[in-house]
């Protein structure tokens, strides 16, 4: 799940990850992202950390 669950544990890296998907997720129902959007954001994210 990335850096956070390697430094704090799963648990935490489960939560943020989770948190996450809901952001992106609410952002695509309202319609103020497009999908493409937001699985490009989650590509750069995992690529930087």
Do not use: C, L, P
Not at 2 to 27: C, D, L, M, Q
Request: net charge positive.
């Amino acid at each position: 799940m990335g850096k956070i669950s390697e430094r704090y544990g799963w648990n935490y890296g489960f939560h943020a990850y989770v948190t996450a998907s809901f952001a992106g997720y609410s952002r695509v129902e309202s319609q103020r992202h497009d999908i493409r959007d937001v699985i490009a954001g989650e590509v750069i994210i995992h690529k930087a950390v």
